[in-house]
């Protein structure tokens, strides 16, 4: 499975993005996972969705805000980001594992490359 993160950008503070994360293979069977990496910080779990898309999980701070989704015909995840905050600024990844539940620690299976997002004040 090769994970293709995307749609990360410069925007302002209040404003959206929507990233993507595209899977080469069928990814039906996973949960996927969003963390972002801010510079001179550890990587942080963001979002996961599980393989059904029945269960999500989120970190405390962007709850409310954004909301993860999967599309099963496309094989993609995305991660809808709405009020964005400067301190969203970060490398934005996606990962998968071959599981069913939601999976909030790092151990996964697949990376992406990241996906820069910066929000400015």
Known sequence: ???QASGGGLVQAGDS???????SGRIRSYAVGWFRQAPGKEREFVA?????GSNTDYLESVKGR???SRDAAKNTVYLQ???LK????????????YT???VTNTQYDYWGQGT???VSS
């Open 1 to 3: 499975v090769q994970l």
């Open 17 to 23: 993005l929507r990233l993507s994360c595209a899977a």
């Open 48 to 52: 996961t969705i599980s393989s059904s």
């Open 66 to 68: 954004f909301t993860i």
């Open 81 to 83: 980001m709405n009020s």
């Open 86 to 97: 400067p301190e969203d600024t970060a490398v934005y990844y996606c990962a998968a594992r």
């Open 100 to 102: 069913g539940a939601v």
């Open 116 to 118: 820069q997002v910066t």
